[in-house]
């Protein structure tokens, strides 16, 4: 699997803030020294962005015309997040990874929030024009994805997350989006046994997996532990890949920088062997 990265996604920071460079600068240090291709993308274009989100809230990107706590208005944002959903699309196109930052599933088609200002995976989804599954493997439920595709009878979204944390959504399934909460550190067991029922109750007669791929489901993570292991990352990405659908990924959270190159190796290897064993 090719691991889409820019340079450039690493020129912002603000000092203390969860969402900083170095959890992207180290995995794509990590999965350069195991030989895997990279690839640059371009950025997203004005009328691709606005597939999922409103001209108002393109606009207040753009002009930094917004306030959030968890956003930073930092300098030429909208060129980091249009280059982070550029980067959705090429992984789409390519049946990559997306390692790039700001992450996006927090972000809906009129607002932003949780370090997200557009929605990378949403715009690769609507942009291609599939029948996907989407399946959102951060630790945080994906208000934003939910928002975007609520209804869509193009798209089913399944979120797997720790219940009681921020957004405070995804207490429940609606239509065809379907969520599973969570306790906190609850391991790999009802972790893997959750996924698979989700991917039971979310059917079948897909064309595409689009993963939103966070790792701060992580046993150390700060923000929305679910203790797993970053060896459970391989077995998540097994069950993924058993599904023999076309897939991308995208990197949404994940908050310690050490752990996300491994944890992006065990996922993208657990996909590959899965379709590996589907071949034989």
Do not use: W
């Amino acid at each position: 699997m090719k691991i889409i990265f820019s340079e450039r996604c690493l020129e912002y920071h603000t000092a203390g803030h969860p969402e900083g460079p170095g959890r992207v600068r180290m995995a794509q240090h990590y999965l350069d020294r195991l030989g895997y291709q990279f690839v640059v993308p371009e950025p997203a274009q004005r009328e691709e962005l606005l597939l999922v989100h409103t001209e108002e809230h393109v606009r207040r990107v753009e002009e930094g015309d917004f306030s959030d706590p968890d956003c930073p208005r930092y300098p030429n944002i909208h060129t980091y997040a249009a280059l982070s959903a550029g980067g959705a699309i090429a992984a789409q196109e390519q049946g990559g990874f997306s390692l790039l930052r700001p992450p996006g599933h927090h972000a809906g088609p009129g607002f932003l929030g949780g370090f997200c200002y557009y929605n990378a995976i949403a715009v690769a989804v609507r942009r291609s024009n599939l029948k996907t599954l989407i399946v959102d493997i951060d630790g945080h439920h994906g208000n934003g994805t939910e928002a975007v595709f609520s209804g869509d009878p193009n798209v089913t979204y399944v979120s797997l997350h720790r219940m009681y944390n921020y957004p405070g959504t995804g207490h429940h399934s609606r239509g065809n989006c379907l969520n599973y909460p969570l306790p906190p550190r609850c391991g790999k067991s009802l972790y893997i046994d959750t996924l698979e029922q989700a991917l039971a109750d979310a059917g079948a007669n897909f064309q595409q997996l689009a993963v939103s791929a966070g790792f701060d489901t992580h046993k150390d993570d700060p923000l929305a532990s679910l203790g797993l292991e970053v060896e459970t990352f391989y077995d998540v990405g097994f069950v993924l890949g058993d599904l023999a659908l076309p897939t991308f990924c995208v990197l949404e959270g994940g908050y310690i920088p050490e752990i996300m190159g491994p944890s992006v190796e065990m996922l993208v290897t657990g996909l590959a062997e899965a379709a590996k064993t589907a071949e034989k």
